[in-house]
């Protein structure tokens, strides 16, 4: 490796890669729907990336990450680069639309399963490894990046999903062993990558090893020690930077610092301070402190930050400072805010005010607190100011959701439900419906954008929603689906909406997020106690039933998943903030009820999402979003059915949480899992209704009857048609309408079939 290299002092883990304007997701759809040709794209690709690299640099910081850019995932990009992409794609002739191919399928093949990445709202691609697999190294993308950013003058670090963790993320196919059991054939594959990184010219790289911060593999600390013990031992590389995430490290840290690497990564947002002081390894390291958080939007309190970094100068070797994950969980910048109050503005750092915090910290630990004086006066001031403000503290909420508490929050027996509900509803075997949102057509986007620009007042647009109401109802009833759902058109996203809608919650205007591909979302912020002022949704859900005779669920977001997809307060424990969310729920189910809504949907798809990476915070999480669900599910009769729908999660640590949930149905995603969830739910106990996904909604193929006919008869093997619902695997927004009523077309005709059979 190079003799000498240069200091890392100010950093971040990584950045966002969608555009500030979103510029990268549009040419990418562009791209996809033939708009626009693959120069264009890469073009656009470019600009994206250049503009990150600049505004680092010019902001201070010393190393900037590359090969954090993505097309879809850096996961996929990961499986790529190691040359784990399955052959059934080698069917696509263009490289590009391979990998697009991979990410989201085509009309013949389907995509790589979907998941998401460690307990954030990130989804990443399930690379597939079986015994066909022959890691091959692909390295034109990340030496492409530094290349470009090395032109630009830019001291470009290229960031690489680590062996371990690529590995423990990947599934095993076709009767395969466990990746992990593939680590030393991937080890070689990364000494290869690392010499071909040093030919061309980079001093640093940095391999993100997340999962060493979870329990999901039981030899982490070993499989790091053996890991980078035989990589630091290269004779030529650049210099390593393990970097770590998301939680505490606990043995792994040791094991790390025993290895030649030379620099490591610590949380000290999710995690502590205090076993970098009890590990004397880190004495000849750098420590990349982690200490500004990259995940949450909350300003960073700098003078108790700088006090945590001068307490551990004399335990590390030398001391950088850093964001404690990747900037892509956050939006880009305050300044495409301008309608948030100046108080709450003072509270909130996005993605380049978290850069500015960093280069503070670092400026402060290199000369001493007087140097960023009037930062950290700032920070102080704002800092008290939350403190303070009494939007944190509505007593009647506070007092009322006690005594909700204290009284208890149950349902009457399942068994005793369904007697009730199957006399009021009279629904067939096999009932089919959808998860809840319709295609958001053009139109729809139109008439939302002339709302915002005041071209059309709030009648003008009601009227336009509800005609897509009607279209959408009419469409159901014509498909034969038996129990229908307005379609949403009035939400722009299914947490957002509701946000608007409560005391405590802010709802951005540009404060963008990359959830997958090139599905964006803005989180909302929720900075103070919630309450309901007023129903939210009863005249959508009553209209829409005034136009039928076949029941029209309620679609509300349950409080787990709005806490999950929302900036959240981080001065109150998350159960506190979710009860008072599922109070505001709770509210809303009575009034839809009252208004003669017979079916009421409480999505909870982030359940699994929150769980804690450590098994020993598991139980406790679980109790508290189990107990804020049944809460908001509580106040309604037991003749009233109460759905739920869960997706794009690995099911197992919350199959008894989701029996526990007690929904009279639950939906759930199951095509890209081949129906494993059902068997895995009855294994467990689980004795309600469940509705698993039958066709993929994040893919544009349309399913053939067949290959639904046979997924409902797998599950049937498991579930009785008596408990058996039929659906899609998710909501229809992000979907074309032609190709919405060809799937849905061909999963009635397949549920008639089955049903007729059962």
């Known amino acids: 490796m190079p003799r000498t290299v240069s200091s890392l002092t100010a950093t971040i883990l990584g950045t966002p890669r969608v555009g500030p304007n979103r510029e990268l997701k549009r040419a990418i759809e562009g791209y996809w729907a033939g708009r626009i040709d693959k120069a264009r794209l890469e073009s656009v690709a470019a600009d994206v990336r250049t503009q990150t690299w600049n505004q680092l640099s010019a902001a201070g910081l010393d190393s900037i990450p590359v090969n954090t850019f993505s097309y879809y995932d850096q996961v996929l990009d990961t499986a790529v680069l190691l040359g784990a992409v399955p052959a059934r794609y080698d069917v696509v002739p263009d490289e590009l639309d391979r990998y697009f191919a991979a990410a989201r399928g085509t009309a013949a093949i389907a995509p790589l399963e979907m998941t998401k990445w460690f307990d954030t709202n990130y989804h990443y691609i399930v690379p597939e490894i079986g015994p066909a697999t022959q890691f091959a190294l692909n390295p034109a993308k990340v030496l492409g990046e530094v290349e470009e950013a090395q032109k630009l003058g830019t001291a470009a670090r290229p960031v690489i999903i680590g062996p371990i963790t690529f590995l423990a993320l990947s599934k095993a196919v076709d009767g395969a062993e466990p990746p992990i059991g593939r680590l030393d054939e991937l080890i070689a594959v990364y000494a290869t990558l690392l010499a071909t990184l040093a030919n061309h010219g980079a001093e640093w790289v940095q391999i993100d090893e997340p ?45 790390l610092a025993a290895t030649p690497v030379e620099a490591i990564g610590v949380d000290l947002v999710a995690g502590s301070a205090s076993a970098i002081a009890a590990t004397p390894e880190l004495a000849d390291k750098t420590v990349v402190a982690g200490i500004v958080d990259g995940r949450n939007i909350w300003r960073t309190d700098l003078q108790s930050a700088l006090g945590t970094l001068a307490s551990l100068r004399g335990s590390v070797g030398r001391l950088a400072v850093s964001t404690s994950c990747s900037t892509l969980h956050v939006p880009y910048t305050l300044d495409a805010e301008p309608d948030i109050d100046a108080v709450l503005r003072s509270w909130l750092a996005f993605g380049f005010e978290k850069v500015t915090e960093v280069v503070a910290l670092a400026k402060g630990l290199t000369h001493g607190r007087e140097a960023i004086a009037g930062e950290v006066a700032a920070s102080n001031a704002a800092v008290a100011s939350r403190k ?96 229908l759902v307005h379609g949403e058109p009035e939400r722009n996203d299914m947490v957002q909406y509701f946000a608007e809608q409560l005391d405590g919650f802010f709802a951005t205007a540009n404060g963008w997020v990359q959830s997958y591909g090139t599905r964006c979302v803005r989180p909302p912020i929720l900075y103070g106690d919630v309450a309901r002022t007023k129903p939210m949704t009863v005249d959508w859900a009553t209209y829409a039933q005034s136009l039928t005779d076949k029941p029209v669920k309620g679609m509300l977001t349950g409080p787990v998943t709005i806490l999950a997809w929302s900036f959240v307060r981080d001065d109150q424990p998350l159960a506190d903030s979710a009860n008072q969310v599922a109070l505001a729920i709770r509210d809303e189910t009575v009034d839809l009820e009252a208004a003669g809504i017979a079916i009421i949907q409480v999505d909870e798809p982030a359940l699994r999402e929150l769980l804690p990476l450590r098994r020993k915070d598991k139980n406790a999480y679980l109790d508290w979003a189990v107990s804020a669900f049944r809460l908001s599910t509580s106040g309604v009769a037991d003749s009233t059915q109460i759905h739920t729908h869960l997706c794009y999660s690995e099911f197992g640590e919350v199959i008894g949480a989701i029996a526990d949930l007690d929904a009279d149905v639950t939906s759930v995603e199951a095509a890209r899992s081949h129906m494993e969830i059902v068997g895995d739910l009855t294994a467990a106990g689980f004795a309600n209704s469940i509705g698993p996904g039958v066709y993929d909604i994040h893919s544009p193929r349309v399913p053939e009857t067949s290959e639904i006919v046979e997924g409902l008869r797998a599950a049937l093997s498991a579930v ?36 007729a059979n059962a």
């Open 720 to 755: 009785g048609p008596d408990r058996l619902w039929v659906n899609p695997d998710c909501g229809l927004k992000t979907r074309k309408t032609d190709e919405v009523e060809a799937a849905l077309r061909n999963m009635v005709e397949a549920a008639k079939q089955v049903r």
């Open 388 to 483: 303070a403000d009494l939007r944190l503290h509505n007593s009647d909420v506070r007092e009322r959701l006690a005594s909700i508490m204290a009284s208890g929050h149950s349902r009457g027996p399942a068994a005793e439900r369904r007697k009730s509900q199957d006399a009021r509803l009279n629904l067939p075997a096999l009932p089919t419906t959808t998860i809840g949102s319709y295609p958001q057509t053009v139109e729809i986007r139109k008439a939302r954008a002339a709302l915002v620009a005041r071209e059309i007042d709030k009648v003008e647009y009601t009227n336009r929603m509800k005609a897509e109401v009607e279209s959408v109802i009419r469409l159901q009833e014509q498909l034969g689906l038996d129990v």
């Open 211 to 255: 999962i060493l911060a979870t329990d999901v593999l039981d030899n982490a600390a070993d499989l790091a020690r053996h890991t980078y013990g035989v990589l630091g031992d290269l004779s030529y590389r650049p210099a390593i930077f393990v970097a770590t995430y998301f939680g505490e490290l606990t043995d792994a840290l040791p094991a």
